[in-house]
């Protein structure tokens, strides 16, 4: 004879694996489980150094101006123009006690310039560095002249980020928040997040504002953790704003105009900004999908960006077609090819070609990276904050990029190639095309003081500046001051 089966209620089954399971999590939790994992958890064993650094430079280029690999996405220091000659010095404390729970760095390095061509020279000075920053705990405050990087793909690879890159000099800031992903506090480290807030000085002083100013927060999450699989999602927000019209006009610099530009309000002294908001808006998303092992990873993303209206989700604008989509993928087993780039920049939609017309009002025309009020644009000592393969007379443009890199037996290379059809703006338009290459090795060689030796060979081949050549030639040396 069969046993009957003993059915239990479905009540007391759910309740006895309730149970079950949070008596497990409790266990696990308590046993092996770190409910808030911190590097300053684990032992400090590092010491802190600190760095001397110097080089010169020199670029011979085409009589029509360096190629664009050449000088850009080089923090600016390197000339447009077809000849230069570069050398810079300084002192660098870097960031080597993640187990501590303060943490410090900083830098100053002054760089001079003699740039021109066969008609004109020009001479120049600057800090490219000159910054403290400091953390407590998460926590970071960063004052001075420092790069703003985006956190997606490899710096050296990519063609440029959609809102802050590289290309041009450092902007004075003071920014504080979480610099990096950090663990939320009881989520054993699947859940991080990173955001900030910074106030910049744009001190170029351009022909149209003068002391002009820069807001930018940003706010991001990364589930995972530990997990192969990893999602990101960052919102960043930046504006111009401030500053004074013909060095006379007060655009509004005061507190309230603060609070207007950082919740993107209307006001101003402008009646365009009135209408608007006050100063000039740009919001970027960023959604990556990070596949990870032991030793390397691969990085699937996407970038929007914007300029008018509500923000809405990723994707979810009239303007969806244009962004930034790439692959980054690293390893370090095998050091001839550590890492390789590929993206696609498509920025000709613009929400369509009219804004209004015939007294109807289409939303199209963003105009990106430009304004009515400050006519320079997204730009500071004449380059493009972004990307310089954009800029506010050529921001309809549709790239390809791939970049490559990797270290063969000492001499370490990367390899960019960029196409790119460029159509000017929907009020000036454009139809010319751009190849632009760039192929860079380095050697660092020991029985010569340790002083490392480098040379770059980049071309433009196309209609958008004709054809461009030019090579650059490198000596640098980097070594300890001190360590304690």
Same mark, same amino acid.
């Given at each position: 004879m069969?046993?009957?089966l003993?059915i ?16 497990? !999590? ?6 092996a489980w &770190?409910? +808030?994992p ?7 064993t ?10 010169v430079?020199a670029v011979?280029?085409?009589p ?13 220091e390197?000339s ?22 303060? &943490? +410090? ?9 003699? %740039? ?15 910054? %403290?920053?400091?953390? #407590?705990?998460?926590? &970071?405050?960063?004052? @001075?002249?420092? =790069? ?7 710096a ?5 980020? #959609? #809102? ?5 000099? =450092? ?20 859940v991080?997040v ?7 000085w ?6 149209? $504002?003068a ?16 997990? =192969?699989?990893?999602?990101?999602y ?9 500053g004074?019209?013909?060095g ?8 309230n ?6 919740? @993107?309000k ?17 919001v ?10 032991e ?9 929007d ?8 989700f990723?994707?979810?604008?009239r303007?969806?077609?244009? @962004?930034?989509?790439g692959?980054? %993928?690293?390893?370090d087993v095998?050091? !001839? ?5 590929f ?5 000709? /939609?613009?929400? @369509? =070609?009219?804004?209004?017309? /015939?007294?109807?009002? !289409?939303?199209?025309d ?8 400050y006519?320079q ?12 393969? #954009? ?6 443009? +549709?790239?390809?990029?791939?970049g490559?890199?990797?270290? $063969?037996?000492?001499y ?20 010319n095309?751009?190849? %632009? ?5 380095h050697?660092?060689?020991q ?7 480098g $040379? ?11 054809t461009?050549?030019?090579g650059?030639?490198?000596i640098?040396?980097?070594g300890?001051?001190k360590?304690?």
């Amino acid at each position: 004879m069969k046993r009957a089966l003993s059915i239990i209620p479905y009540t007391a089954l759910r309740n006895r694996l309730f149970h079950i399971v949070l008596l497990l !999590f409790c266990a696990t939790s308590v046993c092996a489980w &770190d409910w +808030w994992p911190l590097p300053m958890a684990q032992p400090d064993t590092c010491r802190d150094s600190l760095f001397y650094a110097g080089g010169v430079s020199a670029v011979v280029s085409s009589p029509a101006g360096s190629p664009t690999w050449i000088h850009g996405n080089r923090n600016g220091e390197i000339s447009t123009m077809p000849y230069s000659g570069n050398i810079h010095l300084g002192i660098i404390k870097p960031a080597t006690r993640p187990s501590r729970w303060y &943490d +410090w760095d900083g830098a100053a390095v002054l760089s001079g310039r003699i %740039a021109g061509s066969s008609s004109e020279v020009h001479g120049t000075g600057f800090f490219s560095l000159l910054y %403290a920053h400091a953390r #407590l705990y998460v926590f &970071d405050i960063t004052v @001075g002249i420092k =790069p703003i990087y985006s956190t997606l793909g490899d710096a050296e690879l990519t063609a440029g980020d #959609l #809102l802050f890159s590289n290309n041009t000099h =450092p902007i004075p800031r003071i920014t504080i928040g979480i610099d990096h992903y950090t663990a939320f506090p009881g989520l054993y480290g699947y859940v991080e997040v990173r955001g900030g807030v910074t106030h910049g000085w744009l001190k170029d002083n351009n022909p149209y $504002i003068a002391n002009t100013l820069l807001h930018h927060k940003f706010i991001g999450g990364r589930i995972g953790g530990k997990w =192969p699989v990893n999602l990101t999602y960052e919102l960043h927000h930046a504006a111009q704003w401030g500053g004074y019209e013909n060095g006379v006009l007060d655009l509004g610099n005061d507190w309230n105009s603060f609070v207007r530009v950082f919740s @993107g309000k209307q006001g101003g002294a402008t009646t365009i900004e009135q209408l608007n908001t006050q100063g000039n808006h740009m919001v970027s998303q960023l959604l990556c999908l990070t596949a990870k092992g032991e030793k390397w990873h691969i990085d699937l993303y996407w970038q929007d960006f914007q300029e008018d209206g509500a923000v809405h989700f990723i994707g979810g604008r009239r303007n969806s077609k244009d @962004g930034r989509w790439g692959i980054h %993928a690293a390893q370090d087993v095998w050091p !001839f090819i550590s890492g390789f780039t590929f993206e696609c920049i498509q920025m000709t /939609d613009q929400s @369509g =070609p009219w804004h209004d017309r /015939d007294g109807m009002v !289409f939303g199209g025309d963003d105009f990106y990276y430009s304004n009515g009020v400050y006519k320079q644009g997204w730009t500071y000592f004449g380059r493009s904050i972004c990307s310089p393969l #954009l800029s506010p007379t050529n921001s309809r443009v +549709w790239a390809y990029h791939a970049g490559i890199k990797g270290d $063969i037996y000492g001499y370490r290379y990367r390899l960019l190639c960029t196409y790119s059809d460029n159509y000017g703006t929907y009020h000036v338009r454009l139809n010319n095309h751009n190849t %632009a290459v760039l192929l860079e090795v380095h050697k660092t060689i020991q029985k010569a003081w340790g002083l490392d030796f480098g $040379i770059a060979l980049g071309g433009d081949f196309g209609t958008l500046y004709g054809t461009r050549l030019g090579g650059m030639i490198t000596i640098s040396k980097r070594g300890i001051i001190k360590s304690w």
